[in-house]
């Protein structure tokens, strides 16, 4: 099984959680959002484990409605062990098979997409998640929910590299605010089912992930710089191109969501992502050059209607909790993620545009 991903790196992901894989030995795991690009890595990751590490194999059903999933996602393929659902999770499910674990990563992630569809983004972060947290409780199972580095919005610069006590700094009216207030509902929503019903309950903030799997037509930065590169035509840097950005690559990112869903603290959230190197979007091109070895052109250009303006000026993690409580190590360097992608989306995008 391929899933448009390099094989390398799913087995990079699984030596890397080392013995703490074993925890997923017979046990069953629900994830929602199994075809977009952090589902897929994880559907990779279990056959990988399943075909290669654990004695006895691991369950998972992946559910999706497919919304965003698009061409690669839409393509499901047939896996031991593995039952794809196409459900909407905003409808509430119920399941005959006794569930373990549960990861809660549907959502609608990409800016151009919380833009075309914001009720949507809404309610699979809010709905969605009441859903999952009931029948998590129900099973029993331990519960990790998909949060986003966006609920701290646009940080004062001295909570930056910003640690998960910082509170945010949010607008609830405004182009984003379908994505960053339904995120931060999400995560009370985690609060109340941990404290009231004892769930054992986790959320993750992840920084900007990227790697080989994203979809061309993504629309996040990367992906969209790596399809113009495809077609010959110059970056488009958006706004006024000084906003920074951490990159997390993600193998490490992986690692990272997987010692979170095994031994994550109850209760607790966990900021997931690279703090080094924080670049600006201008950095970002120069790091591209590099990477590829040649000059790319650019251009620094308004943000386009499809796309929603005010966005934080820094974004960068602070690490240290998931650090001492799980032993999480960003290890692979912007150069050789960026090689990695890079090499990647050329063999894979099209240029389309
Ligand atoms: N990748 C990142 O860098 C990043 C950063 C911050 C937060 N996140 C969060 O992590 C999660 C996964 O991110 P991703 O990059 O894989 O996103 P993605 O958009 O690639 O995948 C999300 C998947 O969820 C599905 N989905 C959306 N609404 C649904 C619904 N109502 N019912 C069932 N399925 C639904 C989509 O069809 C898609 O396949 C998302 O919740 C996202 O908000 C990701």
């Known amino acids: 099984m391929t899933e448009f991903l390099l094989q390398s790196d799913i087995a990079e992901i699984c030596q890397r959680l080392g ?3 074993h925890d997923f030995a017979g046990k ?3 994830l929602t959002g199994g075809r977009g690009f952090l589902g897929r890595y994880f559907m990779s990751m279990f056959a990988h484990l399943n075909e290669h590490i654990l004695e006895t194999p691991c369950q998972l059903i992946a559910m999706d409605n497919l919304i965003t999933a698009g061409k690669e996602g839409s393509e499901i393929p047939e896996i031991p062990n593995v039952t794809f659902l196409q459900h909407d999770v905003i409808n509430p499910v119920k399941l005959d098979h006794k569930v373990d674990y549960v990861i809660h990563a549907a959502g609608i992630a990409s800016p151009f997409y919380y833009r075309a569809y914001p009720l949507e983004t809404l309610e699979v972060a809010v709905r969605g998640t009441r859903n999952m947290l009931e029948l998590a409780t129900e099973h029993g199972a331990r519960f990790t929910f998909f949060s986003s580095s966006e609920i701290y919005g646009d940080p004062d610069p001295k909570h930056v590299p910003t640690p998960e006590s910082y509170r945010g700094h949010v607008s609830c009216q405004g182009p984003r605010a379908c994505y960053d207030e339904s995120k931060r509902v999400g995560e009370t929503l985690c609060y109340i089912f941990h404290e009231k019903h004892g769930t054992k309950t986790n959320t993750i903030r992840p920084f900007n992930v990227f790697g080989p799997g994203m979809q061309e ?20 840097v958006y706004g006024s191109g000084n906003q920074t ?3 997390c690559y993600i193998t490490d990112a992986m690692v990272g969501f997987t010692l979170v869903i095994l031994k994550g603290v109850p209760g ?3 900021n997931i992502g690279n703090p080094k190197p924080e ?5 970002l ?12 052109e650019h251009n620094v250009i308004e943000y386009p209607d499809s796309y929603p303006a005010d966005e934080p000026n820094r974004r960068c993690p602070d690490i240290k909790k998931a650090r ?7 290890g692979v360097e912007l150069q050789d993620g960026l090689k990695r992608f890079l090499n990647w989306a050329d063999k894979v995008y099209t240029g389309v545009e």
């Open 245 to 247: 950005r951490t990159f």
């Open 324 to 330: 001492l409580q799980l032993g999480f190590e960003p």
């Open 279 to 283: 670049i600006s979007m201008v950095e």
């Open 285 to 296: 091109v120069k790091n591209i050059e590099k990477a590829l070895g040649k000059k790319v």
């Open 268 to 270: 607790e959230p966990y």
């Open 217 to 236: 037509t993504d629309y996040r930065v990367l992906p969209n710089f790596a399809n113009r590169i495809k077609a010959g035509r110059p970056l488009n």
């Open 28 to 30: 069953t795991v629900l």
């Open 19 to 21: 013995s703490a894989a």
